[in-house]
């Protein structure tokens, strides 16, 4: 083979080998940026258990409670559906519940709370394991006033209210996994504060059954219950893809 073929097939494989090495090398940037992407770190389902606290000043309280602390067992879920670089877009819902009891004018009391909510959550990735989370989002609450008289059928007052609550917090990654395309599931905790405002309601009482025996000449009063005041809301939860 002359010098000239030489060089010419020479040039003929040089050619042939840079698409492949450069297609390679492509390839290998393109896996290590899904690779190190937050991915599924960001667009998951997510389900969480925890704690809500919340502190209420309101008058219309007392006759319900030792103190002006409610603390309630706190559900939600919520879908990751939008992500852009470290911001993210969740739908949230969530359940909360709690009761609690003391004596007014000796007779036993009782309020239950069922809180439900459904609203957007921003979520900003300072670090891979570490989000920031604000929350603005409408709640409708069931509250359940209960008196018991002692003398006829016990008394009650229920009515749902509509509010809203406003917090803003922390999710952090306990275990997990590097990848972003990694779709096993991840642990967290989340921990959020801000303030919930629910409609006053009207404190009056109605016979819980109806009932042959003399009824209570003068009506129940109680002040109006409004159930707002700071919270705080503290989870484990767990995402998945």
């Known amino acids: 083979m002359s010098r000239t073929h030489r060089l010419t097939f020479a040039a003929a494989l040089l050619g042939a080998t840079l698409p492949l090495s450069s297609r390679s090398a492509l390839a290998q940037d393109s896996s290590e940026a899904d690779e190190n992407a937050l991915g599924t770190h960001q667009k998951n389902i997510r389900v969480d258990l925890g704690t809500r606290v919340q502190f209420v000043g309101n008058e219309g309280l007392d006759p319900f409670a030792e103190n002006d602390v409610l603390p309630q067992l706190a559900l939600g879920a919520s879908w990751g559906f939008f992500a852009s670089d470290a911001l993210s877009l969740a739908a949230v819902g969530g359940f909360d519940y709690g009761a609690t009891s003391s004596r007014a004018r ?32 409408p709640t409708l609450t069931r509250e359940a006033a209960e008196v018991s008289t002692g003398i006829d059928s016990d008394q009650q007052s229920v009515a749902w209210k509509f509010g809203v609550d406003a917090t803003a917090g922390a999710a952090l990654e306990l275990y997990g996994y590097h990848g972003g395309t990694s779709r096993k599931p991840r642990l967290w905790v989340t921990a959020e504060g801000g303030y919930g405002w629910t409609a006053p309601h009207e404190m009056i009482f109605e016979p819980i059954e109806a009932s042959a025996a003399p009824q209570r000449l003068t009506p129940l009063q109680f002040d109006d219950l409004s159930v707002s005041g700071p919270l705080f809301r503290i989870t484990v939860a767990l995402s998945f893809k």
Do not use: I, K
């Open 106 to 137: 000796d007779n036993a009391t009782s309020l239950d709370l069922r809180r439900f909510t459904l609203g957007p959550e921003a979520r900003y990735h300072l670090f891979r394991v570490l989000a920031l989370t604000a929350r603005v989002a």
